[in-house]
């Protein structure tokens, strides 16, 4: 009862600030201290979303499509990459460094070289998504199976289990928690790179509409696009929060 009235609280609060932010934007619009065609009005971008909505929905199914694909890859590789390096000391010392290095190259500059080798069509985005994705999943992961409880290990191992069973029962269970705040944070980061990668080149999709809208001076439509994003990622992480709670029926007793 104390964790919900105290989430209802924390809800109210950011309902609260959201909405003076809201009220002090659209003041500031309406007193004409900044131009509008530098910064549209809530209202303005309220009607701009309306407006475009169908446009909007159209391009978002694009954008959808490159970040799910992008994300699963990115969640696989991850995966993959650290089971391996939590099993073998040497691959984790080998490529522990490279993929922190990964994280270092801007993906701005990574998107124009992925489109001049793959094309304009999807393969470069959802390259460039896994590139963004599947680092928190790697670190999360890695650091979850190094955290398992020793003790708990070396019984089931008197016990007679094998690394497999070790796996199964300890390991994977104990990073769970670490997983799915890893994916919460690769859900929105693969919205983003998919947007990113395509404003340097594409056909369709939220940063192709953004591209289009910003040369037209059209900035009403591109906070609009924006906020549909920002709503997207929202989305995302609400998804991941109800995936945790069913897999892990054991957090919810607590």
Do not use: H
């Not at 992961?141 to 191992?157: H, I, P, V, W």
């Not at 994916?183 to 369709?204: K, P």
């Amino acid at each position: 009862m104390r964790k919900k009235l105290q989430s209802t609280t924390s809800k109210l609060w950011a309902s609260a600030a959201l909405a003076a932010i809201l009220v002090i934007w659209q003041a500031v619009s309406m007193a004409g201290l900044v131009p509008g065609y530098m910064l549209p009005s809530p209202v303005q971008v309220v009607r701009a979303f309306i407006s475009e909505f169908p446009l909007l929905m159209e391009n978002s199914r694009v954008t959808l499509l490159e970040a799910a694909a992008g994300l699963f890859c990115g969640v696989v590789f991850g995966f993959v990459m650290a089971v391996l390096m939590d099993r073998f000391d040497k691959l984790y010392k080998a490529f522990y460094p490279l993929i922190v290095i990964t994280q270092t190259v801007p993906t701005v500059a990574i998107a124009p070289l992925l489109v001049l080798w793959f094309g304009y069509e999807m393969l470069p985005k959802v390259i460039l998504i896994v590139i963004v994705t599947f680092f928190p999943i790697t670190i999360g992961l890695l650091e979850g199976f190094r955290s398992a409880d020793k003790d708990m290990m070396n019984l089931l191992r008197s016990m007679g289990a094998g690394r497999l069973q070790i796996f199964r029962y300890i390991k994977m269970p104990g990073a769970m928690g670490r997983f799915y705040a890893s994916l919460r944070i690769s859900a929105s980061y693969s919205v983003v790179g998919a947007v990113i990668s395509e404003w340097l080149g594409g056909f369709s999709g939220l940063g192709v509409y953004m591209t289009r809208v910003k040369k037209a001076f059209a900035f009403d439509k591109m906070f609009a696009v924006i906020f549909l994003i920002s709503i997207i990622s929202l989305l995302l992480m609400k998804l991941v929060d109800i995936l945790q709670k069913k897999s892990m029926p054991w957090e919810r007793a607590k």
